[in-house]
């Protein structure tokens, strides 16, 4: 086969060029996005009321039978609910082996019973999510132009539809419309004297802006309606309008515009800003969205009639477009660095071309597999494309070596060619196929990040797949074309060659020490890793923020608040490397703040970003009295918390629990606030009525609720066109019978008998439930622990203590990140258990025996000496992508030890022992270990490196390998060499004492021998 291909180069070369010319048109065409686009493994269910309604009977009659459809179906795997007075909210989450068919089944049983209850829901959903569902960008909008709504009336009439217009865009929220004017009709409370009065009031009112249908109109064959006009259509109208009584409307009521922004505030550096959001389709690249929509505001800006700025204060491009052009960076580097590196070895620019040539033809491969499996470019995909970059010449490294060794030996290039790859063939195919088996069973872990794993396990795969492809049919066509003939003067060996035959001889002669040396050193490392390297989940995708919310121990009014944030952003804008600052709140939540703040690029800073983050807290510390502080860097980081579950038999339960609880947790070293999904237990007022008082006075108790409800609630969305312009308004009572129970209690009922509230009930305060939550049927609360990131090792350890040793009738346990963080570990454990057990299955065929792949199985764990010193050097965090790398790392370590272990098992017959072939095989496999390894390092020495926000995902994974693969090398070398003596040695053991010294002594002379050639030379 090799000698047919050799014959007829033309076909493999015009098959490498489709592949190149192919990849290369999909590599174009393929959509460039911050993470994959995938159909996440759960669904959101929401069913939302306008009106109150009692906790007991939304949770009766809308979460129970929800929860009964969900639990009974095997396909879900968690579900969890939340109720309150207005809504009921359920995430379920799903397993991976749900069929498409089957979540389709489940929606339209959800939407089935959704559509059938028997209290009014104004909106019910089902629907699973999806990646079109995350912003991709957020942009600020600031003016000083003095007529604002002119400035809001050309965003919303020109920008948004023309960001709406842009291909790939699926949604574009904003806050424009919470500047809309509503009216409010407020009833005086001095006027309104009993139910009769009001009911009149408010239908008179209604009427007056009714425009009703009376019929139709048949006029030339063609019907048009008829409709009277309303008697209010003007703002003088209004004011000139009379109630049946005589009275002037605005005798009665209070008529004040009201509008939703002015209960939240938008702030940018001290000036309110408009945020718009853009969302993108599944299978969109965000990087051409992200030109388009900077294309749209630049046009629109320097032709706007109106003052406006913009800002982009979240773009995902940013950080994807950083990390495609950091990937090419890396590839560039890689490769130059590889082939610095194969010239000083094999000292043939034509060998080095080779190998070169291998790179952008496996690349390609993968970009054209990505393409059919409607993959994108996407942090998971680049970053399983990086680390094929570092491994895809190995192979061909392996094969181009031992043809450039033949040829040394033979004056044959054919032969050289054929007998130099069907030696290798091989060890390189279960060199490969083993880095396969460890990387596939990631592919299937559980959830989202198994999902991510799949693409990952794919682009790697395809990587490998294809340099071995490469490696045994392009590489000896070449090697035959290209490389000269080497000169057949003895080549001499070199000093490194003669101290490792030294240090292999001792080692293999003290065999038992050598061991016992590497497992101590072993145990030490595994130590040092569990005891002071930090761990982590994943890394942060940071976009150059930070993010901030902080609560003040007391209740603040909206102004208090608005004021104590505006004066930390504007001590926060000089700070050095501060960009912007962003931050808003809102009078439903007065003691609560959020901030943004921006950074400026690092080449523009004096100072580092953590000397920045420390002026930050400093400056908040001094400005705002919080009780509780977090900070993170970019839109997802949660690096500085962690949650706790509370589950009990009542929601009451474990309210009542929570302060308790928060005050120890408080107590624990580092730990900065806490946060209840129910901050605190709520208060509900009682109405007990008095059946004899509602008999005596001929009242009905259901004519008196639905006064009170009226009260309460007010009436919304009435329609009305007020000077053509169509607008919302709502009708409300005096507020302050919503503001106080006693003026609530005062509340005229009938004016005929001056009848009040108080004169037919009595009211009452008692303790309540404001939500309820419940997870897989019980009843369950979170409970978010913030602390500073530096203590996070100490607050992690002493939170799980206390969670450990607590005694209740509620029971506690870890949730959120570390709950997560915990489950993929398992997991991922679990995938590299797999993929021992496949390699061990490859090896054993490829051997077909036990004892020798056992050996290279046992000498992989001696690689985490070199990871552990990675980590202690660097002083990176151990999270998910370095357990990645570990597990990338098997597969390198399995190649060297394969090819090592066959070449030797192979040519045992050519030598008088064991010994003399461990020595002589070790020696003849140094140059294409110590190759491989110096090319996968080099490649990998960009990523290491790191140094941009795109890098938190490449660094660990770097880092592992790089320092694991560098000391593995020395395993190789020397551990799998002893090991295999251990194990195939006893043929060597069966002479006598003397016999055994005389071979060991031969060597050690011949080691002696080469040091006084090598001084004298």
């Known amino acids: 086969m090799i000698k047919w291909m050799i014959q007829r180069p033309i076909a493999v070369f015009l098959l490498t060029a489709m592949v190149l010319v192919s990849g290369g048109i999909a590599g174009k065409l393929l959509p460039i996005k911050l ?226 922004a002015d209960h939240r505030y938008l702030m940018m550096s001290g000036e309110p800003f408009y945020e718009i959001n853009i969302f993108a389709s599944a299978h969109a690249s965000e990087v051409k969205i992200s030109e388009q929509v900077q294309a749209v505001l630049a046009k629109h800006h320097s032709e706007q009639s109106t003052e406006w700025q913009y800002l982009f204060a979240w773009d995902a491009s940013a950080f994807i477009g950083l990390a495609v052009s950091e990937l090419v960076v890396n590839i560039l580097f890689g490769a130059g660095i590889a082939a610095v590196i194969l010239l000083l070895v094999f ?94 069973p990631i592919s299937f872990m559980d959830g989202i990040l198994g999902v991510f794993m799949k693409q990952l396990a794919l682009t790697v795969t395809v990587s490998l797949l294809s340099s071995l492809v490469v490696a045994l049919t392009l590489i000896p066509i070449l090697s035959d074309k290209l490389i000269r003939t080497p000169k057949a003067d003895e080549v001499k060996a070199s000093r490194v060659m003669m101290m490792y035959e030294k240090l292999l001889v001792q080692a293999v002669k003290r065999r038992r020490i050598t061991l016992l040396s590497f497992i101590l050193v072993l145990c030490l490392s595994i130590y040092a890793l569990v005891a002071f390297v930090p761990t982590n989940f994943l890394p942060n995708i940071s976009d150059r923020s930070l993010f901030i919310n902080v609560e003040v121990d007391e209740k603040l009014d909206y102004e208090t608040n608005l004021s104590l944030m505006d004066h930390a952003a504007k001590q926060m804008l000089p700070i050095d490397g501060v960009k912007e600052v962003l931050y808003w709140g809102n009078d439903q939540s007065t003691s609560r703040g959020t901030f943004i703040v921006l950074f400026e690029d690092r080449k523009d800073m004096q100072q580092t970003d953590e000397q920045m983050k420390e002026q930050i807290k400093e400056t908040i510390d001094r400005t705002i009295p919080y009780s509780f502080l977090s900070m993170g860097e970019g839109q997802g980081d949660k690096s500085g918390q962690m949650s706790i579950s509370l589950s009990g038999s009542s929601m009451g339960e474990l309210v009542r629990a929570v302060p308790a609880i928060k005050e120890e947790l408080m107590l624990i070293p580092g730990v900065t606030g806490t946060e209840a999904a129910l901050l605190e237990n709520s208060k509900e007022w009682v109405i007990e009525f008095s059946k004899e008082q509602l008999a005596y006075h001929s009242i009905s108790r259901d004519e008196v609720e639905r006064y009170v409800s009226l009260v309460l609630s007010g009436i919304q969305d009435v329609d009305i066109k007020v000077d053509g312009e169509r607008t919302a308004a709502s009708i409300q009572f005096p507020a302050v019978y919503r503001q106080s129970s006693d003026a609530l209690y005062r509340l005229p009922i009938r004016s005929d008998v001056n009848l009040t509230l108080q004169d037919v009930s009595t009211i009452k305060q008692l303790d309540s439930e404001s939500k309820r939550i419940r997870k897989n049927g019980s009843y369950d609360m979170g409970l978010t622990i913030y602390f500073d990131a530096a203590s996070k090792e100490r607050v992690v350890r002493d939170v799980t203590q206390f969670v450990d040793r607590y005694q209740s009738e509620i029971q506690l346990s870890i949730g959120g990140a570390q709950q997560q963080e915990a489950e993929a570990f398992q997991k991922l454990f679990i995938a590299v258990g797999v993929s021992f057990a496949a390699v061990f299955m490859i090896l054993t065929i490829q051997f077909n025996r036990f004892r020798l792949p056992f050996l290279i199985m046992l000498s992989l764990p001696f690689a985490m000496i070199g990871v552990s010193l990675g980590f202690l050097l660097t002083g990176r965090d151990f999270d998910m992508m370095a357990m990645i ?103 060597d053991r069966k002479p006598t004492q003397k016999q055994r010294k005389g071979f060991f002594k031969r060597f050690s002379r011949k080691a002696a021998d080469a040091d006084v050639t090598g001084a004298v030379t």
């Open 35 to 260: 993470q994959p686009s995938v159909d996440g493994p759960f669904l959101a269910v929401v069913a939302h009321s306008s009106k109150d309604i009692d906790l007991d009977q939304m949770e009766k009659e809308v979460t129970f039978p929800l929860e009964t459809i969900v639990n009974s179906r095997d396909i879900v795997k968690d579900a969890n609910a939340t109720t309150t007075t207005k809504s009921v909210q359920m995430q379920v989450l799903l397993k991976d082996s749900a069929k498409p068919e089957e979540i389709n089944k489940l929606k339209e049983e959800i939407s089935q019973k959704l559509n059938s209850f028997s209290i009014e829901m104004d909106r019910t959903d089902v629907r699973q999510y999806t990646a079109s569902d995350e912003v991709i960008m957020m942009i600020a909008l600031t003016s000083n132009d003095p007529d604002q709504e002119r400035v809001r009336k050309e965003l919303k009439d020109a920008v948004i539809p023309a960001l709406r217009e842009i291909q790939g865009i699926s949604k574009v929220e904003h806050t424009l419309d919470q500047y809309q004017e509503n009216y409010e009709f407020e009833l005086k409370a001095d006027r309104i004297q009993s139910l009769q009065q009001a009911n009149t009031i408010i239908d008179e009112l209604r009427d007056g802006f009714a425009s009703p249908l009376l019929g139709t109109l048949d006029y030339g064959k063609e019907p048009y309606r008829v409709r009277s006009e309303a008697a209010v259509t003007t703002a003088e109208e209004l004011e000139q309008f009379r109630l049946s009584t005589g009275e002037r409307l605005m005798d009665m009521v209070n008529v004040r515009v009201d509008k939703p």
């Open 885 to 987: 790398g570990i597990v990338m790392l098997v597969g390198i370590i399995v190649n060297n030890a394969i090819v090592l272990i066959d070449f030797i098992h192979n040519h045992r017959k050519d030598y008088p022992d064991v010994f003399t072939a461990v020595i002589e095989g070790s020696k003849l496999r140094v140059r294409p270990i110590l190759t491989t390894t110096l090319t996968t390092v080099g490649g990998l020495i960009p990523m290491f490196i790191g140094g941009s926000e795109a890098s938190s995902f490449q660094t660990p994974i770097a880092t592992a390998v790089m320092f694991g693969l560098t000391f593995s090398t020395f395993v190789s070398l020397v551990l799998v060499p002893v090991l295999y003596y251990f194990f195939e040695g006893g043929a």
């Open 347 to 440: 000292r043939s620019f034509r060998t080095t071309l080779i190998v070169a040539i291998s790179m952008p033809v496996c690349i390609c491969t993968t970009l054209l597999s990505m393409a059919m499996f409607n993959y994108s470019l996407n942090i998971i995909t680049l970053l399983g494309i990086g680390l094929g970059t570092g491994m895809i010449v190995d192979a061909c490294i392996v094969v181009i070596e031992n043809i450039f060794r033949k040829m040394q030996e033979t004056e044959d290039r054919m032969d050289a060619v054929i007998s130099g790859t069907k030696e290798v063939f091989a060890p390189v195919m279960s060199s490969i196929l083993t880095t396969v088996a460890v990387f596939l």
